[in-house]
């Protein structure tokens, strides 16, 4: 299966591991949304392609856990900025809410924990796929220097020890509907002296391909495949890739229930969890592909007026709004959901 189309949208992840002190990791994580096209308007202003997030996350692990000592976020470049458009409220707002999750355990439970600190109506959508997805690679990797090669142990303070990248391309096919190419690859370091060649730092690296074809008019997936490889450090020979089975998900909708059915199906072992990590990525990037498919939208709202209904829907949903209470800026009583459905703010009431 190839992916052709239009770029639409590109996000990216980026998780790293480094030696801290002793007995404890220092994590890294990034998030980057590249809008490659479109037009939304938004809160009273028009947003163009181009960078809409990008966002950090820090944390400090013990490693007897493993668990949080420390955890912050930074978002430099958000969707919203304060602005009379959207009543002075700002994707930042929240942001210190993760704070709260130090002491944490990075277990079964910590996309649970995560949730309730920082996603929903009083959260940041992003930041929470970030922060889960660093809570989920520390723990893989943490298992792989256990079962592999018995421990994160003899690195120097600053010395990276694992690098996840997670790449996501939406492309609008010539038919209106949505390609996806997901591509994780996953680095393994192993400890080195500072004058070491760059080679003599791999210890494996692990790779996966998921392509998906999502039906916009059902949301439904309407065909995936997958596929692995694995190389070890050094090898003179090229590991062929290994499909993986991701069949149960064709005719899955793809906004609702899909975790769910990812992890009854896909258990959270050190074997599977790099698969559930791309994976719950669908969704998400879904949500961030929509603006960008212009010609979609345009036949979207031609298909309405046709039917006699708005064009331009003031309330939630369509292109011009978000998920209700999918985070801080589009919760129930905010100020954009106030403005998509004409409800005087307080400051319009003063005027």
């Known amino acids: 299966m190839l992916v052709r189309g239009a770029p639409a949208h590109t996000r990216a992840l980026d998780v790293a591991l480094y030696q801290a002190e002793p007995g404890r990791l220092a994590a890294r994580g990034l998030i980057l949304d590249l809008r490659k096209r479109g037009l939304v308007p938004m809160a009273g202003d028009l947003q163009a392609a181009g960078v809409i997030h990008r966002m950090s996350v820090d944390a400090q692990i013990e490693l007897d856990g493993p668990r949080l000592h420390s955890i912050r976020a930074e978002q430099p470049d958000v969707a919203f900025e304060p602005s009379p458009g959207t009543g002075g409220e700002c994707c930042r707002d929240p942001v210190r809410r993760i704070e709260a999750l130090a002491g944490a355990a990075l277990d079964e439970g910590f996309a649970r924990r995560l949730g309730a600190a920082i996603g929903g109506p009083l959260g940041c959508s992003h930041v929470l796929t970030l922060a889960q997805l660093l809570g989920s690679t520390t723990r893989s990797a943490l298992e792989a220097e256990r079962d592999a ?203």
């Not at 500072?194 to 439904?220: F, G, S």
């Not at 596929?227 to 899955?252: C, I, K, M, N, Y």
């Not at 258990?267 to 990037?285: C, E, F, I, K």
């Not at 603006?291 to 298909?303: E, I, M």
Request: glycine share 8%; with cysteine; aromatic share 4%.
């Open 149 to 351: 090669w018995g421990g994160p142990t003899g690195r120097r303070p600053g010395e990276r020890l694992f690098d996840r990248s997670l790449s996501i391309d939406g492309l609008e096919s010539p038919d209106g509907g949505l390609q996806l190419a997901l591509q994780l690859a996953d680095l393994h370091l192993a400890p080195a002296p500072p004058e070491a060649e760059p080679l003599e730092r791999l210890r494996r690296q692990h790779e996966i391909r998921v392509q998906a074809t999502v039906d916009l008019t059902a949301m439904k997936l309407v065909r995936i495949v997958a596929s692995e490889r694995v190389d070890a450090a050094r090898s003179v020979e090229e590991t062929p890739w290994q499909a993986l089975d991701v069949g149960f998900l064709e005719g899955h909708n793809v906004l609702a229930g899909l975790a769910r059915t990812l992890f009854e199906t896909l258990a959270p072992t050190p074997a599977q969890r790099p698969l559930l990590d791309v994976l719950l990525n669908l969704a998400p990037s879904v949500i961030q592909c929509m603006p960008a498919l212009t010609n979609y939208w345009q036949r979207w709202r031609a298909a309405r007026a046709e039917s006699g209904a708005d064009p331009q829907p003031r309330g939630n949903g369509g292109p011009m709004g978000g998920m209700l209470d999918s985070c801080y800026m589009w919760r129930r009583e905010g100020a954009l959901q106030r403005r998509l459905t004409a409800t005087p703010s307080p400051t319009d009431a003063a005027d």
